[in-house]
């Protein structure tokens, strides 16, 4: 991690620790950057620097669009304007049509008075490392001064609805079956899938009930969406519906709700799936990438049906970092980013709900049967705001009892501390035989960063 960018891009504050001057410096980057050698293909016979830029409803998203616009024609890039859309969705138009990258204004669960900035290169990916050092010296005074564009060099923005709307069109080809006769909830957070997600089910022949879909900027992932589930199980229960699906504010993630109201995890997507994938012989090398944060349960229902697994660092991004070197095709994440490799570059909360929705109707089950052969440990999992995040994680005393915690847990559970790539915060994590015991372990190791002065008050 950089020291503006994170795991999942450049995220703060809005006109606090992300200003518009940022943006805009990132936009006079990226345009220079991938502007100094044309690339001329039929798509841009002029070899022009083509860039994608799409965002989620929260307030300052206009102000930062406007921001990365003007640096971006500034340095001579033509801008494709998206609008409101999803995370996946920018990648899938950058892969597929020739973009240089792309850009994603977005803080995915985070509160609306929060936003950030996420690049995607020309293969729909995450950006580079180098790029990302590159732009983080631009943005430190540590480069020389970047040329202005002159004369018809200077960038123009277009609207670019249309490659939304041909994403859209993609996951409607993606669905092998009608879900005809199947009542449908969605949560789309007040965010990017509000634009998008209820058209493709409705498309599908699915009785679509949808929720938290009327964005105002500030309503995003407010007591809504794959971080506030308990919303989507209520209303699955009130209106009886066969299945649900909550996306966070960009649409990368995808929470299931099953036919009894109960929350279908990550975890529990990755093992339904892989377990279906390996079946019908499509899961390359037999193998699911994970992240370090995954449940003990889901690991010992793999080894019961014979699936390997691979252990990343939390982020999509590691997670398809290692699925594109090894070659595998499922992987994910607790939180539901959850990345089939065959058809998305990151993870993508409305494919994720399709392809549950396909295993669901292919094998004639409710989620409910099909997710109750995973036994979950219990997991506690706390986020402590810290003045210093490495500090407070290295800190030794802070460490010596993490290492009191590991021997009395013994081969029943495990603890993890791990570093927000997105927030101040340390995340301390306990999975044991009890919930009790979660509590007790995760409490013991809060109550020492606070003795040490770690904590912010």
């Known amino acids: 991690m950089g020291k503006y960018f994170g795991t999942d891009g450049f995220r703060g504050e809005a006109n606090v620790n992300l200003t518009v001057e940022h943006a805009y410096k990132v936009g006079r980057f990226l345009g220079w950057y991938y502007g100094r ?72 669960h985070n509160p609306f008075y929060d936003n950030g900035i996420k690049v995607i290169n020309g293969k729909g990916e995450k950006m580079e490392e180098n790029v990302i050092e590159e732009i983080e010296r631009y943005l430190d005074g540590e480069m020389e001064e970047i040329p202005f564009a002159q004369k018809d060099v200077i960038g123009c923005a277009k609207d670019y609805s249309a490659g939304r709307n041909r994403y859209i ?12 006769g199947k009542k449908v909830a969605l949560d789309c957070s007040n965010g990017s899938a509000s634009a998008i997600a209820k058209n493709v089910f409705d498309a599908l022949g699915a009785e679509t009930r949808v929720i938290n879909n009327t964005p105002n900027g500030l309503n995003i992932n407010k007591d809504c969406g794959s971080t506030h ?169 802070v460490q010596a009892e993490v290492a009191k915690v590991t021997e009395a847990l013994g081969a029943d559970g495990r603890i993890l501390l791990r570093q927000s790539g997105t927030e101040p915060v340390v995340r301390v994590m306990v999975e044991a035989s009890s919930k009790e015991l979660c509590e007790k372990y995760v409490d013991q190791v809060i109550a020492v960063m606070k003795a040490q002065g770690h904590v912010e008050k």
């Open 229 to 397: 589930i308990h919303v989507l199980q209520q209303f699955v229960k009130d209106n009886g519906c066969d299945v649900g699906f909550a996306y966070d504010g960009d649409a990368d993630r995808c929470i299931a709700v099953d036919e009894n109201g109960n929350e279908v995890n990550g975890d529990l997507i990755l093992y339904i799936c892989g377990k279906y994938m390996k079946e019908n012989g499509s899961l390359f090398n037999n193998t699911v990438v994970t992240t370090v944060m995954s449940n003990f349960g889901l690991y010992k229902a793999f080894d019961r049906e014979g699936i390997a697994y691979e252990k990343t660092a939390v982020g999509d991004k590691y997670v398809y970092e290692n699925m594109a070197q090894n070659g595998n095709c499922l992987g994910g994440e607790q939180s539901g980013h959850i990345i089939f490799s065959k058809h998305a570059t990151t993870g993508d909360g409305i494919l994720t709900s399709l392809k549950v929705m396909e295993l669901m109707l292919e094998k004639k089950e409710s989620l409910g049967k099909l997710a109750s052969e995973v036994e979950i440990f219990p997991q506690v999992l706390k986020n402590v705001h810290v003045y210093d995040k490495k500090a407070a994680q290295d800190d030794p005393q």
């Open 169 to 180: 069109g993609y996951l409607i080809s993606i669905a092998t079956r009608s879900f005809k």
């Open 37 to 108: 050698e044309p690339r001329k293909s039929p798509q841009n016979p002029d070899g022009r620097c083509r860039i994608a830029i799409g965002k989620d409803t929260r307030r300052s998203s206009y102000m930062f669009e406007y921001a990365l616009v003007a640096g971006l024609t500034a340095s001579g890039a033509d801008v494709y304007l998206l609008h409101v859309t999803t995370t996946p969705s920018v990648s899938y138009v950058v892969r597929t049509e020739e973009f240089d990258c792309g850009i994603m204004i977005s803080a995915s």
